[in-house]
Every structure is written in structure tokens, then in C-alpha cells.
């Protein structure tokens, strides 16, 4: 009847408490939620839950997909969650625990605010099992949940490995070392060097490292299987085809298995799904034991690479780090190609909990006596000092990323009187570590003033307009001013489809799409944008014309391999792409009331499914 701060290495078996509670409540006729930050993680417990309790006692609610929703274990992403307890859904009424997998992320500066709000709305019969491989703060975070839910919060901290993990460095020049060994060599780089008594002297640029030696180098130490972890999906295929070109790590009868493996997998697989380059690749690639894994990959292609990961017929895998949250599969050795990437914003080195995220994957339990991180190291840039800090050990606390959101202003409002408001507004973590309430409330009341201004609320009071985006999560005020308003009467469902790809896209410069298909439905659409005062300022919606290309097949319902042509989406990109118009379209759909708009939402619904049949999204 406790909450529960769980805070122990990976492979320490933290999972084993979540699955008696699901196991406990189950026979008790309780509903168990289990959350995760991303939907791999989501997709993948679904899959183990279903293999453990049947598929009729699990659902699974990501948005955009939603299985069996009213099953006795539902898994689902933090989001689907908060934004249940936001708006009060019956659903939850049933609940004995939620179980936040990796909470930690509530440090996350773009999501973290979703896991303080899952907590603060949480109705009072909840109780949560929180679980982390690090959270040095957890007295403090557990102190929070138990001030704001009134609640005993059990601390179980631990924090020896079951498999010992030994850090190291790769250097071009010295090859497997310490971080003290590298900076010494890092010294002389700033003299230079004399190349016969008559020659001036030269400043000569440190070796590139390359990836082919640290796997050669890893192998003789057999430090394989090897997940090589690189922060960029398109240099992780580039690399594994590099090393493909130079070794095989498979023998005869490994080989034969893999093949064996593939073939079945790929039987009833469409053959224009096969001829995919990402898919032609990986079949070139695995009966070598060398294979990639990224978002950007389809799930059927995803699930072949687990597969034969899990069978140990990979003994190395170019990944990105969603690997290290999603799939619970650890190998002997984890390699970083850097411990600097993009975040979305800037270049930065990873932080200790990113760091021990990734590198707590090195190491079988029951296998490996140990396991091995290795970071590869660029004497010319890397700032080793730095570097120390963070993969030393992880001390860094979790700290509040609350923010409010429009939504969150109007549930509050709709769903508690005045006095309650200002109690849930102090309920934050961040209020909670800085005593500091005054910024927050000076936020509510700006943010109120403005939805008194737009219409959303009436002295106080929830408007129609208002009630509209109570179940609207992303975008809110964009999506209340079209479609909670009469501005979406007479829009057709190409004109529907083209509002809500251009609200989930997001422009970079690595993206092409075909050119413009000019039409009078978009010259009436952008038209009428340009005349509404509020969206006309919207710089999501100046992407319509350009998203035409794209809309325009999705429209007519071609098939997902079609669409591959009219933009240069990887096929999980598009295919994600495609789901998150699903999600906003369904959550138009559940907030308004207008019997056409429901009927012109199941029609743009019903086109994107077509696009999508045969595509395996889970």
C-alpha cells in the first residue's frame, strides 16, 4: 500500500517488483498501469506482458495506437497517462499503482513536466512503484510525492552492480587506455614535432579514430557481442556497411542460422517492404553477426534485429541510444563514438545519466564477470577534464521541468474550485526545491487572462470553446481556433489532412520533399488562414503548400511505399509521421461535439490507415 522510489543498477532485477505487483493485483480484479517515456518501450512490454498474462488481460494506449483499452494491465507512454489523470478518466478509477519506468526523465527538458503532472493528478487511491537506475536525490523526490499525495514513500537504493562495469577510452594511437593515459598524449600534441635535423618543425593533428580498429581492438580482447552506440542513425547504417566490407564474425553454422532466421521472418513480409534499402542492407549485413538499429527503421525490421541479437547472432550492433531505454539487451561491451551530440538545440556532451544509461548495458548478468564501456575519444576537440566529471559517476540530481501548459490551465479550472487551484499549483517539485510559489502563480493568471481574451473562458468560467481543448494536449490554442470554432466549416478532408501534417511536421534542413501540387482547395485554404488574424501568425501552418507533395498521396490513399517517393523520410520517420496525425486527429475527434467534423476526422483517419496497411506499427 506503499509508494515505492526503487533506485538500483541496470540487470539489478527492478523489473521483478513491477511484475508482482501486475501479478498480485491481477488475481485481486485491480487495473495495473505501467508507463514508459517512449513508445519502444511501451511496443516492447506489451509484447512481454502479452507473452505473460495473455492478450485479453493487456491493452496498450500510445495516442495513436490503442489496444484493448479496457484490460486489467494497460501499458501505456507517461503522456497517455497525464493526460488521463488531467482531464479525470474514469478509466483510472480502477487503479491500484502506476508504474513509472525510468522516472528519471522527469529531468528531461522537454517531457519532464508530464511525469510531475502524472503524480500531482493522480486521484488519491493511486499509489506509484517508481523506477530508476539512478536518481541521487531520491530522499528529496521521494520526500515531494509523500508531501504532495499525503502517502509513505518507500526508498529502496542499492548501488553495486550485478556485473561490474569497467570505464575506458579509445585513442587512435594508444588504442584501449585510461582517461590518464590519453591526456598525457594530449599534452605533447601542443609541441611540435622534428622530422629529420634540416626539416622546420611540424604541429601535426592527432589520428582519427576509426570504428573498424576499436571493433578489431574489442574483438582481441573478445570483448564481443558489441553494442556501438552513435548519435546518428544515418552514420550508424553508414558504419555497420563499413565494417560489413571487412569482417564477418559468424562461423559456418552461425551463418546458416542467421539466413535460416531471416528467411522466415521475411516470408509474409510484403516484397516492397524487402526491397527497401534499409532492409536490402540489413540482409547483406546480418549473416555477417554486423547489424543496425534506429528509429528510423520499420518495426518489422527492428523486430529482426532484436531477434537475432537475442539469439546472440549480432556480435556487433550500430544503434542509437533509444536502444538503451527500449530493449532490455545487454552485451559484453558498449562503445560510445562519442560522448558529445545534438540535443535539438546544440552540441554537448552527454550528462551523467546519459552517460550510465548507455553504458549500463555493458555486461550479461550470468554471463560476463564484467562489463566494459568504451568511449571513443578525439584528442583534437574532447575536453578530458570535462569528460571526468560526467563518466566518473552519475551524481546528477533530478530536478523539476514544470511548466504550464494551456490544457493544464483550463482542466484545473474546469475540475477544481479556486482554492484547490492554488494548492495544486504549489503541489510542483520545482516549488517544492525552491520554495518559490510566487513565478508560478504569476504564470496561471497571465495565462488565464489570455484564454479570457481568445475566448475560452468567460469570467472564469470554461467556455464551449474552452471545454473544446480540455482534450486537446498539443497545440492547443492552433487546434481551438480551427476546429473549436466555425472556422472549420466547409474544409474538406484533403484540407483537414493538410492543417494537421503541417501541425506534427517539423521543418529541417535534411528534409525533401517533392515539389508543390498546386490546387484550388489550397489557394482557398491558405487563403483563408491568411485572413484570420491569429493563425495567420502561425509558422507551423506556412508549411501547408510546401506539405502538398506529401498530402496530396495521402489524400488518395496510396500505399506507404509510394509515399517513400514524394519525401526523404526514413521509413520509420514517415511511418511515425503518419501515426502522429492519427493521435491529433483523434484527439479533434474526442473533443468536439459537431457531428461533420466527427464524420470528415473518420474520413482523414480511414485514408492515412489505408496508407498504412501491410506497415507493422508496433
Known amino acids: 500500500g506503499s509508494n515505492l522510489l526503487v533506485c538500483t543498477p ?59 483499452p479496457t484490460a486489467p494491465i494497460l501499458i501505456m507512454t507517461a503522456e497517455v497517462y497525464r493526460n488521463m489523470v488531467v482531464v479525470q478518466d474514469s478509466c483510472v478509477d480502477a487503479v491500484s499503482y502506476v508504474i513509472f519506468d525510468e522516472i528519471h526523465y522527469i529531468s528531461d527538458r522537454d517531457r519532464g513536466h508530464i511525469w510531475e503532472e502524472s503524480i500531482i493528478f493522480s486521484p488519491q487511491h493511486v499509489r506509484f512503484i517508481c523506477l530508476s537506475a539512478t536518481v541521487p536525490n531520491a530522499g528529496e523526490f521521494a520526500g515531494w510525492i509523500s508531501h504532495v499525495k499525503k502517502h509513505k514513500v518507500v526508498c529502496v537504493l542499492h548501488e553495486k552492480r550485478p556485473v561490474p562495469l569497467q570505464r575506458s577510452f579509445y585513442d587512435a594511437e594508444l588504442g584501449i587506455a585510461s582517461l590518464e593515459d590519453i591526456q598525457e598524449v594530449q599534452k605533447l600534441d601542443k609541441y611540435p614535432k622534428y622530422r629529420g635535423s634540416y626539416k622546420k618543425a611540424q604541429k601535426q593533428k592527432p589520428k582519427q579514430v576509426s570504428h573498424i580498429d576499436v571493433v578489431r581492438d574489442i574483438k582481441d580482447s573478445e570483448g564481443l557481442p558489441a553494442l556501438y552506440f552513435v548519435f546518428s542513425r544515418v552514420d550508424a547504417q553508414r558504419k555497420a556497411k563499413d565494417l560489413g566490407k571487412k569482417h564477418s564474425f559468424l562461423n559456418k553454422e552461425e551463418r546458416e542460422e542467421s539466413i535460416r532466421h531471416i528467411r522466415s521472418h521475411f516470408k509474409d513480409v510484403d516484397e516492397r517492404l524487402q526491397s527497401l534499402d534499409s532492409a536490402r542492407l540489413l540482409r547483406q549485413l546480418l549473416p555477417k553477426g554486423i547489424g543496425f538499429h534506429h528509429a528510423g527503421l520499420l518495426p518489422v ?120 487551484v492554488r494548492v495544486v499549483l504549489e503541489s510542483n517539485f520545482y516549488t517544492y526545491q525552491r520554495r518559490n510559489t510566487a513565478g ?49 466549416h466547409g474544409l474538406s478532408k484533403y484540407q483537414i489532412l493538410l492543417i494537421t501534417a ?43 503548400i510546401t506539405l502538398t507533395a506529401l498530402v496530396k498521396p495521402i489524400n488518395q490513399e496510396e500505399d506507404f511505399i509510394s509515399l517513400l517517393d514524394h519525401i526523404n523520410f526514413l521509413e520509420g520517420d514517415l511511418m511515425r509521421f503518419l501515426r502522429q496525425m492519427i493521435d491529433r486527429l483523434q484527439q479533434i475527434r474526442k473533443a468536439t461535439t459537431d457531428e461533420v467534423l466527427t464524420d470528415v476526422i473518420n474520413q482523414c483517419t480511414e485514408s492515412i490507415d489505408t496508407c498504412l496497411e501491410g506497415i507493422e506499427v508496433i
Open 301 to 420: 525490421l527492428k523486430h529482426l534485429v532484436e531477434g537475432l541479437f537475442a539469439k546472440k547472432l549480432i556480435h556487433v550492433l550500430f544503434t542509437t541510444e533509444t536502444f538503451a531505454v527500449g530493449i532490455n539487451m545487454p552485451a559484453r561491451t558498449v562503445v560510445f563514438n562519442s560522448l558529445r551530440k545534438f540535443d535539438g538545440i546544440e552540441f554537448r556532451y552527454l550528462n551523467s545519466k546519459e552517460y550510465f544509461q548507455l553504458a549500463g548495458r555493458a555486461g550479461r548478468r550470468g554471463i560476463d564477470d564484467f562489463g566494459r564501456a568504451i568511449a571513443v575519444i578525439n584528442r583534437r576537440f574532447d575536453d578530458v577534464k570535462k569528460i571526468r566529471r560526467f563518466t566518473g559517476k552519475d551524481a546528477l540530481p533530478i530536478k523539476s521541468q514544470f511548466k504550464l501548459s494551456y490544457n493544464t490551465v483550463l482542466n484545473l479550472i474546469a475540475c477544481h474550485p479556486p482554492e484547490k
Open 440 to 488: 508560478i502563480h504569476q504564470r496561471y493568471d497571465k495565462m488565464s487572462a489570455t484564454l479570457e481574451k481568445m475566448g475560452y473562458l468567460s469570467k472564469g468560467n470554461l467556455t464551449e470553446k474552452g471545454h473544446f481543448i480540455r482534450n486537446i494536449f498539443v497545440d492547443e490554442l492552433v487546434t481551438g481556433e480551427i476546429f473549436g470554432t466555425e472556422f472549420f
Open 502 to 544: 503541417a501541425l506534427v511536421y517539423e521543418p529541417r534542413a535534411t528534409v525533401k520533399i517533392a515539389p508543390p501540387i498546386g490546387s484550388k482547395e489550397v489557394k482557398e485554404l491558405v487563403r483563408k488562414i491568411g485572413n484570420n488574424s491569429y493563425l495567420r501568425r502561425i509558422k507551423k501552418l506556412k508549411n501547408i
Open 10 to 68: 541496470t540487470a539489478s532485477g527492478k523489473t521483478l517488483i513491477a511484475d508482482y505487483i501486475i501479478n498480485r493485483d491481477l488475481k485481486e480484479g485491480k487495473r495495473v498501469v505501467y508507463t514508459a517515456p517512449i513508445k519502444a518501450l511501451s511496443n516492447q512490454k506489451y509484447q512481454d506482458f502479452v507473452s505473460d498474462y495473455g492478450s485479453a488481460n493487456v491493452g496498450l494506449l500510445t495516442g495513436d495506437i490503442v489496444i484493448n
